[in-house]
Structure formats: structure tokens, C-alpha cells
Nanobody, 120 residues
């Protein structure tokens, strides 16, 4: 059974920082592309950052230069370091995992989400 468990969310003031963590189980972690997405109530979920099994990284334009995604394959962990946070970053953040195989896409699998609130 695949499980993704996020942690590290919370309340932070504008300009502050938070680091989200996600631990995965039930998958061969090193073979999976890992990502962070977020959802604001009433809006579509949007991809924030993605780190592929190859190590290639992509970011949403609005977080470039502020957020950093990283992974630790030995620990089955993926992280999202968030700096210079603004109220527009307030959302529920979700960890996700997926992998292309010869049979097609495996996943995506999702965590339960972690609330990040940026407010003074």
C-alpha cells in the first residue's frame, strides 16, 4: 500500500520560511518522480515543484527563487523549502508520487495534505 505523509505546515508571517517534508512508503522511491502541489479552496490544484527520479527539477514560475525542492532517496523523503512566503502562498500543500512504466503511468499517489497559512 502506497502512503505519502506530509508534515511541517503551519502558520507563518509574510516573509517567513517553512519546510515541508514528505515520507513515502510502499514504492521504490528512487524510481518515482516526486512533486509538491497546492490547492486553495475554490481553485484548481496547481503544481508547485517537481523533482524527477533523474534529479531534474521544475518550479512554478511564481515560486522560482523562493522555493527549493529536494529529495533523499535513502530516507524516502522529499522536501519543499519555502522562503519569502506571501499570503498568496496560503494553501493546502500535497506531496505526490508518480512513475512512467512500460504499461503506462503509475500513480499519481497523493498525501493527505498539509496546511500552510501565511498571515500577519
Amino acid at each position: 500500500q502506497v502512503q505519502l505523509v506530509e508534515s511541517g505546515g503551519g502558520l507563518v508571517q509574510p516573509g517567513g520560511s517553512l519546510t515541508l517534508s514528505c515520507v513515502a512508503s510502499g514504492i521504490t522511491f528512487r524510481d518515482f518522480d516526486m512533486g509538491w502541489s497546492r490547492r486553495v479552496p475554490g481553485k484548481e490544484r496547481e503544481l508547485v515543484a517537481d523533482i524527477e527520479a533523474t534529479g531534474m527539477i521544475t518550479y512554478r514560475d511564481s515560486v522560482k527563487g523562493r522555493f527549493t525542492i529536494s529529495r533523499d532517496n535513502a530516507a524516502n523523503m522529499v522536501y519543499l523549502q519555502m522562503n519569502s512566503l506571501t499570503p498568496e502562498d496560503t494553501a493546502v500543500y500535497y506531496c505526490n508520487a508518480s512513475r512512467w512504466t512500460t504499461r503506462g503511468l503509475l500513480g499519481p499517489y497523493w498525501g493527505q495534505g498539509s496546511q500552510v497559512t501565511v498571515s500577519s
